[in-house]
């Protein structure tokens, strides 16, 4: 699985990512994006995500008024994920468009039909203020000024389209807030709902620059069943997100808490009594509101189902970087989480059913070795030194797909 081979690099491309959209929905949905190969049909990571629309797509506040648009967007997708956001660009037919740092993001969801998923898309992003919207349309001899803000949950639809390669089509039809800001004699003033409508195709493209198969893949569940992971269909592209923030603390006696959203991700070829889980950390805070980032390098976790959990590293010498920054930019505070193996605290819940079903893992850890490399005291709440009581605590929940 070539997610394997650039997880350092994925962790801190997927960073820049969060840091525009800011991170990703909390919860899972049991359906994912998927990239994968052409010829092999493996798992293919990182991809660059690219959508074009198919058609004219309109923000419509009546069949008088509306901006009529082309559009284009790019995003990543690190990993299989049940969202990916899109720098998103609008060209009008007439009239003008500013996105001022709105972007799409898109969300799967239930499959609706062999290929066919009830999803939604959100507009926003982290430099988001709203979407500034001039309209021109044939029946109306004057222009109208709309403020389209952040909002989420848009209703849409995405299709699987088969073919070489294997694309999918975002179809989109539902309500839309704005706010009118006048113009002309019928204009809105004040705030109302009105319709967005677009057609997307998207396609993906990987490392190399060569073409892969972008598709939302269906559940195929996941659950724990006498001692190992199983699924209802092999191989499955596992994936998941925190339902409760994951926190890190170098000592139960004291030190600063990071804490942290998180994305998680495997491939199961089989049954199990583990996973390998790949990790990236995204909209890091830490106590004192100091910035703060994990890297993950050339490590991993793996969950045991008997409730207990190894730090491997594909890099001898390699660990976990954990580093708070000051508001200068430089550090202050580093803690290396390296390779250690049984460390406690972990308990699985099956959640869901039939190919739905998921896994809930739930962390209670005490017993986490660490390193404080730099900052002691003062920077991380901790002397420099090493500690075998780090804390690690949260909830993820993990979804199988394919």
């Known amino acids: 699985m070539k997610r394997i081979g650039t997880v350092g690099l994925l962790a801190v491309m997927a960073l820049a990512v969060c840091a525009a959209f800011g991170a990703a929905s909390a919860s899972a949905s049991p359906s994912a994006f998927t990239s994968t190969n052409i010829e092999t049909g493996e798992a293919d990571y990182p991809s660059t995500v690219r959508a074009e629309t198919e058609s004219w797509g309109y923000f419509q506040v009546s069949p008088s008024i509306y901006s009529r648009w082309s559009s284009t967007g790019e995003g990543f997708l690190p990993s299989v994920n049940d969202s990916v956001s899109l720098l998103t660009s609008f060209t009008p037919s007439g009239g003008s468009i500013s996105a001022n740092g709105c972007g799409l993001t898109l969300h799967t969801g239930a499959e609706a039909g062999p290929g066919t998923f009830s999803g939604t898309v959100d507009i926003g992003g982290a430099k988001c203020t709203s979407i500034a919207v001039v309209t021109t349309s044939p029946s109306a001899p004057y222009s109208c000024k709309l403020s389209i803000p952040a909002q989420t949950g848009i209703a849409a639809t995405l299709t699987n389209v088969e073919g070489v390669p294997n694309t999918t089509e975002l179809n989109v039809e539902g309500s839309m807030k704005y706010q009118g800001e006048g113009g002309g004699p019928s204009c809105p003033t004040t705030s109302g709902t009105g319709t967005l409508i677009g057609d997307w195709q998207i396609n993906a493209t990987n490392e190399a620059g060569s073409a892969v198969d972008f598709q939302v893949a269906p559940p195929s569940g996941l659950y724990l069943e006498g001692g190992a992971f199983e699924s209802e269909g092999y191989p499955t592209q596992v994936f998941g997100n925190q339902s409760s923030a994951i926190k890190f603390k170098p000592t139960s006696g004291g030190g600063v808490t990071q804490e942290c959203s998180g994305h998680f991700m495997d491939e199961l070829t089989a049954s199990s009594s583990s996973l390998s889980v790949f990790a990236e950390y995204s909209g890091c805070k830490s106590t004192g509101g100091f910035g703060t980032k994990v890297f993950m390098n050339s490590c991993h976790y793996v969950y045991h189902a008997a409730g207990t959990m190894d730090v491997a590293c594909g890099s001898?010498?390699?660990?976990?970087?954990?580093?708070?920054?000051?508001?200068?930019?430089?550090?202050?505070?580093?803690?290396?989480?390296?390779?250690?193996?049984?460390?406690?605290?972990?308990?699985?819940?099956?959640?869901?059913?039939?190919?739905?079903?998921?896994?809930?893992?739930?962390?209670?850890?005490?017993?986490?070795?660490?390193?404080?490399?730099?900052?002691?005291?003062l920077g991380c709440g901790a002397k420099n030194g090493s500690y075998s009581d780090g804390t690690y605590t949260g909830n993820i929940q993990l979804y199988g797909v394919g």
């Open 316 to 377: 001898e010498g390699d660990s976990i970087e954990n580093i708070i920054y000051n508001s200068n930019g430089t550090t202050r505070c580093k803690v290396n989480i390296g390779p250690q193996e049984a460390v406690t605290g972990l308990s699985f819940t099956n959640i869901g059913t039939g190919n739905e079903r998921g896994v809930e893992v739930s962390f209670a850890v005490e017993g986490l070795a660490n390193t404080v490399v730099s900052g002691g005291l």
